[in-house]
């Protein structure tokens, strides 16, 4: 009975590397939807442009079943996302300089 458990244990673990990975990719998926439509792209580049590259490495690690690096690397990506936007924000509430 013990082995059963184990194997089984074992297997729900194992299933957890995927959604994990993939609720990371979506989340910074939508940190950077939410930079972009602040104005990101023109406010704080490196942050936007960063983050849009490790959203891409994450989908890539997460492709070939890397769900550890694919995880760290969407987290990256969500944290880059989340300075992006707040750099834009706070960009587009100071006043212009004339």
């Known amino acids: 009975m013990?082995?059963?458990?184990?194997?089984?244990?074992?297997g729900t673990l194992a299933a957890c590397g995927p959604t994990l990975a993939t609720k990371s990719i979506i989340s910074?998926?939508?940190?950077?939807?939410a930079a972009r439509a602040?104005?990101?792209e023109?406010?704080?580049?490196y942050?936007?442009?960063?983050?849009?590259?490790?959203?891409?490495e994450a989908r890539m690690r997460n492709g070939y079943a890397e769900y550890?690096?694919?995880?760290?690397?969407?987290?990256k990506a969500r944290t880059l996302a989340e300075q992006a936007?707040?750099?834009?924000?706070g960009?587009?509430?100071?006043?212009?300089a004339k």
């Open 2 to 10: 013990r082995p059963v458990l184990a194997f089984v244990l074992l």
């Open 28 to 33: 910074a998926d939508v940190e950077i939807d």
């Open 38 to 40: 602040a104005g990101a």
């Open 42 to 45: 023109k406010t704080a580049p």
């Open 47 to 56: 942050e936007y442009y960063a983050a849009e590259a490790y959203l891409h």
């Open 68 to 75: 550890e690096p694919a995880q760290d690397y969407a987290e």
């Open 85 to 89: 936007k707040q750099k834009a924000t």
């Open 91 to 96: 960009a587009s509430n100071r006043p212009e």
